[in-house]
């Protein structure tokens, strides 16, 4: 059994997915596989920052031209002289001040107006010189890392594959409709892991289930998943009970144990599987809260190494009491507020409740309890874009 950082260090540590070349618009939220490095210098040539007037030698300055922006001026060569330029536009070789529009005056084809403090165009490499690294291997590309790779002249980034999910359901006891009665309970984990995974970044490709609680249709089921993804992520079966059939269909189609479960409350019978051809299988508990703790703490890295990304934990402060789980990492569902991360209630390993209000969990150590005005790491739940933290009211 794993501690709970070992056992996410060792699902990061994956080889990552091979890379492919995209096109800028098809780029956003892929995971660059190369660093982003400038082409040219930024700006690649003097460019001014304003309407206005660039000119040499003392004023008035005698119009002799206009340099608008797309163009490749001819150098500025006498004193005395001055073309009108746009923003945007190249500033000529031989100018030795700008003097804006506004504060300018014209009279008689020459131009008198004091240049600003600072000078009004920017230089060769001022954002950034030829070959900077701006944006390391690892990072999500986001619409500002697009600008800016067209800023610097890429068509193409190279980034990480797509990881390919398929989520199996099993358990012969779960509806997929309906109200829960006579023994069987409602089916909550088939509608929101996928969700989960989308948030994580991953492709679902392929959901079904219930699966039938025998081995044969295990590993029916495990055989045909893998043919369409990179990850296959299962719910129940991860003990060794009379109808829990993961385990055996592992082994009979030669999977070998990444994680075979973890020191950590709740969800400790949790599991990845290293498949054939590179494939892997993430076995989450069927119980709902234990599902999503075994999903935060391995799949989230998994899927965070095969897309090629580091995986780090902010830290918080614990604006209340949190007990701790004698020699077990304790995951403790939490919102976040002005006092810091509050623990919640119905927090239970089959409720459901407090995960929907928690904004992710406070990581509370082996051995220790969390004590309020303490800092403690903090598994997030993903956002999507736009979304801040803080779920429904209780």
């Not at 830290?315 to 002005?338: F, K, S």
């Amino acid at each position: 059994m794993l501690s709970w950082h070992e056992a996410r260090a060792a699902c990061a540590a994956v080889p990552a997915l091979p890379a492919e070349d995209v096109p800028l618009a098809g780029a956003d939220g892929r995971v660059l596989a190369e660093p982003l490095v400038t082409l040219t210098d930024l700006p690649a040539f003097p460019t001014s920052s304003v309407d206005g007037w660039a000119g040499r030698g003392e004023q008035p300055w005698r119009i002799t031209g206009r340099v608008l922006a797309g163009y490749d001026p001819e150098p500025l060569a006498e004193d005395g002289t001055c073309v009108e330029i746009a923003t945007g536009a190249s500033v000529p070789d031989g100018v030795e001040a700008i003097v804006r529009v506004e504060d300018s005056t014209v009279a008689d084809g020459h131009v008198t107006g004091s240049p600003r403090p600072a000078r009004d165009w920017r230089d060769v490499g001022e954002e950034a010189a030829k070959g900077e690294v701006l944006i390391p291997a690892g990072s999500v590309v986001t619409p500002g890392v697009i600008g800016l790779a067209a800023h610097c002249g890429y068509t193409t980034l190279s980034v990480r594959a797509r990881v390919r999910v398929a989520v199996l359901v099993f358990g012969d006891e779960l509806l997929t409709d309906g109200l829960p009665g006579a023994g069987r309970v409602r089916d909550a984990l088939g509608p929101q892991v996928p969700a989960w995974l989308d948030r994580l970044g991953a492709s679902v490709e392929y959901i079904h289930g219930p699966v039938e609680d025998t081995l044969e249709a295990h590993v029916s089921a495990l055989a045909a998943a893998l043919e369409r993804a990179d990850v296959v992520c299962t719910t129940g079966g991860t003990m060794h009970g009379p109808v829990d059939h993961l385990h055996p269909a592992l082994a009979e189609l030669g999977g070998s144990y990444v994680v075979n479960t973890v020191k950590v409350r709740p969800g400790f019978p949790m599991l990845v599987a290293a498949m054939p051809g590179g494939k892997y299988v993430a076995g989450l508990p069927g119980n709902p809260q234990s599902a999503i703790v075994a999903l935060m703490s391995l799949v989230q890295p998994l899927l965070a190494g095969l897309s090629g990304r580091p995986v780090s934990l902010p830290r918080v402060v614990l604006g209340a009491p949190v007990p701790g789980r004698g020699d077990y990492t304790h995951l403790a569902l939490a919102r976040l507020g002005e006092g810091g991360a509050v623990p919640l209630r119905h927090a239970g390993s089959a409720m459901l409740r407090g995960l929907a209000q928690a904004d992710g969990f406070a990581v509370i150590p082996g051995g220790e309890t969390g004590t309020p005005g303490h800092e403690v790491e903090f598994l997030p739940f993903p956002l999507l874009p736009g979304e801040s933290t803080g779920g429904p009211s209780s």
